[in-house]
């Protein structure tokens, strides 16, 4: 069988591949905080019993666009964006520190400080609790502090401070739950340290930085060459069957 069969069928399937990672960024282009995949192709030659005179392409998603999105004003006292490099530090469900750019957070009936999503926020010892409060109040320098119940509007008490760390960029990768964390082999030892030269703007969100148009031609271009790839298949088949016709006349 011609190799050109296969590889009109494995660059079909790598088109796909490409194209479901170019969907999920476009299907999240209003997520706040979301950081887009890239996806590129690159040639792996074919191997077996012949001379690797064929080549195929192989979809990957070599990383992550770490930039950070525009800021959008929501006025609201518990949402905070990132200024800069850095990302605020959580806990997700199975008891993971990782790391986010959205700060859409909200106080749950125990006290605790979690995301809008049901992560807990971290704090300098551990998940944010505030006790019962008037209001709340979140400084540039990621500063917790309430008002009591019953003080005075002007009493702020210092509660806690948000966990704002600044690892390495190169150290770090996108899990499939949407969270940053550091590569396997680039973890610590303990916690990730925090970086007391880190700024949030309260009253403001990160927006996704995917460029929507963008994500939509590189869709209409993986589909042009999907059907360049069916095409192969067709032209592979009818080669197939000319030879067969030829080899019944001799």
């Not at 850095?86 to 859409?104: C, D, H, K, P, Y």
């Not at 009493?155 to 770090?172: H, I, S, T």
Request: glycine residues 10%.
């Amino acid at each position: 069988m011609d190799k050109a069969l296969y590889i009109g069928m494995s660059g079909a399937k790598q088109n796909m591949l490409s194209q479901r990672a170019h969907a999920n960024n476009l299907a999240n282009v209003s997520t706040t905080g979301f950081k887009r995949d890239f996806a590129q192709a690159r040639s792996m030659p074919v191997f077996g019993e012949h001379h690797p005179t064929r080549a195929y392409a192989m979809a990957e998603r070599p990383g992550t666009d770490l930039s950070a999105g525009a800021l959008m004003d929501t006025g609201r006292k518990l949402d905070v964006a990132v200024e800069g490099d850095g990302w605020l530090a959580v806990q997700n469900q199975q008891g993971e520190e990782v790391f986010t750019r959205s700060g859409s957070m909200q106080i749950d009936v125990n006290g605790l400080m979690r995301l809008s999503s049901g992560e807990m926020v971290m704090g300098n010892g551990g998940p944010v609790a505030l006790p019962p409060f008037d209001n709340v109040q979140i400084g540039s320098d990621g500063t917790v502090s309430i008002v009591p119940v019953g003080g005075p509007p002007d009493q702020l008490v210092e509660v806690d401070r948000l966990k704002l760390v600044n690892p390495p960029p190169g150290a770090l990768e996108k899990g499939e739950d949407g969270f940053i964390r550091r590569k396997p082999d680039q973890a610590l030892d303990g916690p990730e340290p925090p970086d007391a030269n880190m700024r949030v703007a309260s009253g403001f969100l990160e927006s996704s930085n995917v460029n929507a148009v963008e994500e939509m031609i590189s869709n209409l271009q993986l589909s042009r060459q999907y059907e360049m790839q069916v095409k192969i298949m067709t032209t592979a088949n009818e080669n197939s069957e000319a030879s067969a016709r030829l080899l019944q006349n001799l």
